[in-house]
């Protein structure tokens, strides 16, 4: 990319992650170091169809570290997924003078910014923002620390009332795909058992059988970690197979659903967001594109977006022996 840069795009898209304002503000605040204007795109790939957009100065994101949600807004365009969509989005990006983009999101944000680059040469960086920390390439994305500490939290109040009641809690987390929030709130609340997708040898029997375990050993209540959309079983049906099959069980589930974007974000996530939305910045102003920042060894790295779309990011396997020895 030999273009010079002189005004830099950023917009949040996909679902929201407490961190995303605190990235915003690094990436305005870093345009301001530079002495290079910075755009505010409303509603994400929305905005860039719609020309929705507004001049952002370092006072324009006072205040905002420490709020969750982003004040940008995100929303589906199913528009922009057609070509000719984009060839609107780019057209408003060239209108306003925008000379290349910041997005904050996950892997279908990161999607919508490698075809801007590969069909109209657009410089784009990537910054991940997402709780279910899914992204290749990076050790955290933004918001992930913040939604861990709100599930642990619920799990820890859940204990008090299942252990008052001996009680059986199964409670769904969010992670479709990625099991790393159950994983470590399950380990860091005590779970009896763990269900993430990264568990191929799952079956609804080796549930039964933990929880015989942990009966026999003392335990009058327990605690079951579930991923959401866990091999095709819903939480639902796992309470219905369990309440049929050990019908001694006094079994409750909770559904924690979007309270676990919602909220302050950590202090871990403000200073990553930081880390990352300065890193978008100097990067583009090095001439750098089609990259995401993300943090390796507590650094900002530089990640090519193909690589960060990787499906094969694999779950810490470490993780997955600690969890089967402490929750015996």
């Known amino acids: 990319m030999t273009k010079k840069i002189n005004k830099i795009g950023v917009l949040t898209s996909g679902g929201d992650a407490p961190g995303m304002n605190a990235a915003i503000r690094a990436v305005v605040r870093a345009c301001a170091n530079y002495k290079i204007e910075c755009i505010g795109v409303y509603e994400g790939y929305r905005g860039l169809m719609e020309n929705n957009m507004i001049s952002l100065g370092p006072r324009a994101v006072a205040n905002t570290i420490n709020r969750g949600g982003t004040f940008l807004r995100s929303a589906r ?50 910054i991940p923002g997402t709780i279910d920390n899914d992204i290749n390439g990076t050790d955290y994305t933004i918001g992930y620390d ?5 599930v642990v939290e619920a799990i820890d109040k859940i204990r008090d009332t299942a252990s008052s009641h001996n009680r059986l809690f199964l409670i769904e987390v969010m992670g479709r795909g990625a099991g790393d929030i159950a994983i470590s709130a399950g380990i860091g609340g005590g779970a009896e058992e763990i269900l993430i997708p990264e568990k191929k040898n799952f079956s609804i029997d080796r549930l039964i059988e933990s929880l015989d375990h942990s009966h026999e050993t003392g335990k009058t209540s327990s605690i079951v970690v579930v991923a959401e959309g866990k091999n095709g079983m819903n939480i639902l049906e796992m309470r219905d197979y369990v309440n049929k099959h050990r019908p001694e069980y006094d079994v409750r589930v909770s559904v924690l659903g979007h309270m676990q974007r919602g909220g302050a974000p950590s202090c871990f996530d403000r200073v990553l967001a930081s880390k990352l939305g300065v890193g978008a910045v100097d990067a583009l102003m090095q001439g750098k594109t089609n ?27 470490d993780l997955l022996r600690v969890a089967d020895i402490v929750s015996k």
Not at 91 to 100: C, F, R
Not at 146 to 150: F, G, I, K, M, Y
């Open 77 to 126: 365009c199913l528009e922009f997924i057609q070509p000719e969509g984009r060839v609107i989005a780019h057209a408003n990006l060239v209108k306003n003078g925008i000379d290349a983009l910041v997005v904050i999101g996950g892997d279908g944000s990161f999607t919508g910014a490698l075809k801007l680059n590969n069909e109209f040469d657009f410089p784009v960086i990537g």
């Open 146 to 150: 913040t939604a861990l500490n709100t």
């Open 291 to 317: 990259i995401m920042i993300g943090i390796s060894h507590r650094k900002a790295v530089c990640v090519d977006l193909n690589v960060a779309l990787d499906k094969n990011r694999k779950l810490d396997i």
